[in-house]
């Protein structure tokens, strides 16, 4: 079983930083994708960032220039650097990655989420 653990969200005001961190634990034996996704109240989550075992990354629109997603393979981790934050940034983000294991074949897991909220 692989368990994600994500950390680094919190309250900002609009134009400021956040840089949200989630590491990966458990019997992996390799981990593929990784990706960030949120969901503001009322709303479906949504991918924010997604970044492949080779570091190529792809963002929703609504983030290009503003955020950057990047991973560490020797800490399991992935991170989301949020830059010019707006308060339609609001929302609990998630963390999601799939791979396999040593012992349980394919993996794919979820984070519980860390809130963000942009208000002034």
């Known amino acids: 079983q692989v368990q994600l653990v994500e950390s680094g969200g919190g309250l900002v005001q609009p134009g400021g930083s956040l840089r949200l961190s989630c590491a990966a634990s458990?019997?992996?034996?390799?981990?593929?994708?990784m990706a960030w996704y949120r969901q503001a109240p009322g709303k479906q989550r949504e991918l924010v960032a997604h970044?492949?075992?080779?570091?190529?990354?792809n963002y929703t629109d609504s983030v290009k220039g503003r955020f950057t997603i990047s991973r560490d393979n020797t800490k399991n981790a992935v991170y989301l650097q949020m830059n010019n934050l707006k308060h339609e940034d609001t929302a609990v983000y998630y963390c999601?990655?799939?791979?396999?294991?040593?012992?349980?074949?394919?993996?794919?897991?979820w984070g519980q989420g860390t809130q963000v909220t942009v208000s002034s």
């Open positions: 999601r990655a799939d791979g396999s294991s040593w012992f349980d074949g394919d993996w794919d897991s």
């Open positions: 970044i492949t075992s080779g570091g190529h990354a």
């Open positions: 458990g019997t992996i034996f390799s981990i593929n994708d």
